[in-house]
Nanobody, 121 residues
């Protein structure tokens, strides 16, 4: 079972930055869209951002202008640069794969264990 591996989480003050990384298999990197999701304590998992094979990007409205998704096809990595973090960004962040961006969470596969982000002063 292919599973992505997320890293880069940690504790950051409001207004700070973190860069999350998702290590994907070469197969998924070459053929699939990869999305970032987050689940805050007591909340449902929500989509944060997604990038297609052709590098088209999508963002949750509340993170537009602050988060940037990118992919490195040589290293088989997908990144989520998170700037101007706010406390509502506290969550476990996961990456996962689907054929395209924008479909229901249940469509996504290869979920990793996630990386925890805590935004607190």
């Amino acid at each position: 079972q292919v599973q992505h591996v997320e890293s880069g989480g940690g504790l950051v003050q409001p207004g700070g930055s973190l860069r999350l990384a998702c290590a994907a298999s070469k197969f998924t990197q070459d053929y699939y869209a990869i999305g970032w999701f987050r689940q805050a304590p007591g909340q449902y998992r929500e989509g944060v951002s997604c990038i297609t094979v052709h590098n088209t990007t999508y963002y949750l409205d509340s993170v537009k202008g602050r988060f940037t998704i990118s992919r490195d096809n040589v290293k088989n990595m997908v990144y989520l640069q998170m700037d101007r973090l706010i406390t509502e960004g506290t969550a476990v962040y996961h990456c996962a794969t689907d054929n395209v961006c924008g479909r229901a969470l249940t469509r996504y596969q290869h979920w990793g264990q996630g990386t925890r982000v805590t935004v607190s002063s």
